[in-house]
């Protein structure tokens, strides 16, 4: 977990193009001979990263879309919920940012749960039919750039309502219900303090304080 926590802050800031196996270690503070017993490559790191985010945030969301039956309230509030979480946790941002489309298929919370929840709403009309092929992508492509705007530069406090209220207009869903979908407030969700988010949040908070 030491390894997975100093990866997802190298990852954050240095992105996948280079290699980050000797700032994972030296961050962590193993050997390379302890490194090499868990992993192999970039790659071995990033879905190790992308299960472990996956699993913390998915947990906090399902606790609360867990019960909601109408698939498009399950959509919108899936992901405001994911939206808001990364704004809570800059790590996070900053890493589902810097590693961009790379996360998308390796264990990332979007294909977690929403193709059932989409596949659903298509087939009770709720959704329109005729985006069936391109609606996961119309949802991925909104949360992949929202949290880069978010990691990057200042966003409005209803920056998620908004960014959900155009997916699911992306999606046949009428403006006035796109906004009754949206409207209602979110519990704030708190990781857990034994968490990746946690964890990285703090490692990130230590690394940026200034030493004395």
């Known amino acids: 977990m030491r390894l997975i926590e100093s990866a997802m802050i190298v990852f954050a800031q240095r992105g996948t193009g280079v290699s ?17 017993n868990y992993f192999r490559t970039n790659d071995d790191l990033l879905v190790a990263v992308s ?6 945030m998915v947990q906090m969301i399902e606790s609360v879309v867990g019960e909601i039956e109408d698939p498009a309230l399950r959509v919108a509030t899936g992901i405001r919920l994911y939206l808001h ?12 940012s810097s590693t961009g489309l790379s996360v998308v298929g390796k264990k990332s919370a979007v294909y977690e749960y929403l193709p059932s929840d989409i596949k659903e709403g298509l087939k009770t009309g709720t959704f329109d039919e005729t985006l069936a092929d391109v609606a996961l992508d119309l949802v991925t492509g909104a949360g992949v750039i929202a949290v880069h705007r978010m990691a990057t530069g200042r966003t409005t406090k209803d920056y998620p309502e908004q960014i959900v209220r155009g997916v699911l207009r992306s999606l046949g869903v009428s ?4 906004n009754k979908l949206t409207s209602s407030s979110l519990p704030k969700l708190v990781a857990s303090p034994e968490s990746l988010l946690e964890k990285a949040q703090e490692k990130l908070a230590a690394k940026a304080e200034p030493s004395s």
Request: hydrophobic content about 50%; overall charge negative.
């Open 51 to 56: 299960e472990a985010l996956s699993h913390d």
């Open 175 to 178: 403006a006035s219900r796109a």
């Open 20 to 36: 980050v196996i000797p700032e994972v270690i030296a961050a962590a503070g193993v050997s390379q001979g302890s490194f090499y």
């Open 85 to 96: 979480l990364a704004r809570s946790y800059p790590v996070v941002a900053q890493f589902l």
